[in-house]
């Protein structure tokens, strides 16, 4: 579904270039759940933005679905992006929407109804746990709790892919193991997913696909991996 | 598409509200700018009405020898109306213009002693000529040099007017050329100022922005927001703008009279009333639309 082919990204500043990765070749299925592991400055998140059409490679092509991402056009962008649920670290929600809003928005931008947003909206906070705290303000609530409106946010347009950079990097253990769960029952119910961390027990302890990347490039992919560090 | 275009003028209108210092900033620039643009565009159709009141007073008028008979007068008179130069001719006759002198003159006891004693109508007859443009005045005043005429004319008063029609031309192209320049220059800097102060709202909202493109917010619904903000600023502005310049209207018409009586400046603002607050609307909101416009490109491409 999601095809990485021979991508190279450099940075291009005034005086320096940075070769941010290299040479890359991925294939994540359907349903896959995946998790990408690295040191930070490794190139985890300018894959993630290859994929989000937010950078263009410098050379490769990445295609999702029926879409070539760096191809597509800023006013062709956001059709892509709703097939895409992305979290992030800092989890830039709207500062001045509440939860509900927050999570509305997604819906709103996607031109559904009124009706329809009062329906789902509620739905998809009370899975993520957030039911009463709906009224709530980003600065109202915790890092777990903001973590888990963008997860709403992020599931509310039932995405082909939730793709989470570090979504567990500002979170205490309880909360991380929270974020995890809610990843991983998405992820059972259909959803594929894209997890980069430099967390090893997360990595760990849920068996699942690991891709290693390090200086830009992907020394290790294995089903059922784990984090190891060199 | 209609549930979006309401959520776009929802946002517009939340965001309007939100950035209150700044909107109330913006429409003040509007605003300004639109008070120099109204009253420039009043002066200028002011200039223009006095122009052409003073124009309307300009005339030639021949005087007859005081022994021409009426009927080469009146020759005279149909000759001169078939002339294409020529608006109207008003034939005064001796008795006529003794009445009018009379008239103008009733309080005065010596013109009326004077008039008694002499017991003849001392006046000529004249022809009162209007021409249709000031520059073909020159044309008639030749016209009437001819031979045929002379004979029973006695002098043509178009000489004494020469200088004052000479004037006049270069007041009002030099009005209108300037009007026209300071239009364009004006507008100018109101676009580049009122670009600016969108740009820093959009500035300060960058993050917003670059979060609503991430969850799929398409470029109308990231800057229909912005331009209905862009109309919301034009709207107000030019509204104010229009109450302000009404009111100076009707304040400063009262002073224009006593110079030129014959205009009424409010009369004539009134019966435009409607074309004028019409551009100024139209000017306002179109400034914030396209200013909005151009200002929110740049944070849609990523
Ligand atoms: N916008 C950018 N401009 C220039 N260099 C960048 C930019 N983003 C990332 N880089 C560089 O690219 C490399 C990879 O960064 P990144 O993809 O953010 O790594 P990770 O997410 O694994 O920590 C780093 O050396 C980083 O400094
Ligand atoms: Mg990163």
């Known amino acids: 579904m999601i095809i990485f082919q021979n991508v190279t990204k450099i940075y291009k500043m005034d005086d320096h270039e940075t070769v941010a990765v290299e040479d890359i070749n991925l294939h994540i299925h359907q349903k896959e759940f995946v998790s990408m592991v690295g040191k930070s400055g490794a190139g985890k998140s300018t894959l993630i933005k290859l994929l989000t059409g937010e950078e263009k490679p410098t050379k490769g092509k990445v295609s999702f679905g029926s879409y070539n991402v760096n191809k597509l056009k800023p006013n062709e962008l956001p059709f892509l992006r709703r097939k895409m649920g992305v979290i992030f670290q800092d989890f830039r929600l709207l500062p001045n929407k509440n939860a509900y809003e927050n999570v509305a928005f997604a819906l709103e931008v996607a031109g559904r109804t009124q009706q329809e947003i009062m329906e789902f909206v509620p739905q998809a906070l009370e899975m993520v746990g957030l039911k009463d705290k709906m009224r709530n303000f980003p600065r109202e609530l915790s890092g777990g709790e903001k973590q888990r409106v963008a997860i709403a946010r992020a599931m509310i347009n039932h995405p082909d892919v939730i793709i989470a950079d570090e979504p567990t990097g500002n979170l205490d253990p309880v909360n991380t193991w929270e974020i995890l769960k809610l990843l991983l029952k998405i992820n059972e119910l259909g959803t594929t997913v894209i997890l980069t961390t430099h967390n090893k027990d997360i990595v760990n302890s849920i068996n699942k696909r690991v891709i290693s990347v390090e200086d830009g490039r992907v020394i290790r992919d294995e089903e059922e991996g784990k984090y190891i560090l060199v | ?302």
């Open chain 2, 1 to 302: 598409m209609l549930t979006t275009l309401s959520r776009v003028i929802k946002y517009g209108l939340v965001g309007f509200w939100r950035n209150g210092w700044l909107s109330t900033a913006t429409i003040a620039i509007v605003f300004l700018v639109l008070v120099g643009f109204g009253g420039l565009i009043m002066f200028n159709s002011l200039a223009n009405i006095v122009l052409t009141d003073i124009q309307d007073k300009i005339d030639i008028s021949v005087y007859f020898k005081t022994e021409a008979p009426e009927d080469r007068m009146l020759e005279v008179q149909r000759s001169l109306e078939s002339l294409p130069e020529v608006k109207s001719v008003e034939y005064i006759s001796r008795d006529k213009a003794l009445e009018t002198f009379r008239e103008q003159h009733k309080d005065d006891e010596t013109v009326s002693q004077a008039l008694e004693a002499i017991d003849v109508n001392p006046l000529a007859a004249s022809l009162n000529i209007k021409a249709r443009e000031l520059k073909d005045y020159e044309a008639i005043a030749g016209y009437l040099e001819k031979d045929t005429f002379r004979e029973i004319t006695d002098k043509v008063s178009y000489t004494q007017n020469v200088g004052v029609i000479d004037r006049l031309k270069k007041i009002k192209s030099t009005v209108e050329q300037g009007g026209l320049l300071l239009i364009v220059f004006i507008s100018l800097i109101a676009a580049l100022i009122i670009f600016n102060t969108i740009r820093l709202a959009i500035y300060s909202n960058r993050e917003e922005l670059s979060v609503m493109r991430l969850v799929g917010a398409s470029n109308f619904f990231i800057r229909g927001p912005y331009m209905v903000q862009g109309v919301v600023y034009g709207l107000i502005g030019s509204i104010m703008s229009a109450v302000v310049v009404t009111l100076g209207v009707l304040y400063s018409s009262p002073y224009v009279k006593i110079f030129v009586p014959d205009v009424n400046g409010w009369a004539y603002y009134l019966s435009n009333l409607f074309g004028f607050v019409a551009m100024q609307v139209i000017f306002g909101v179109g400034l914030g639309v396209v200013s909005s416009y151009i200002a929110v490109r740049k944070y849609l491409r990523i």
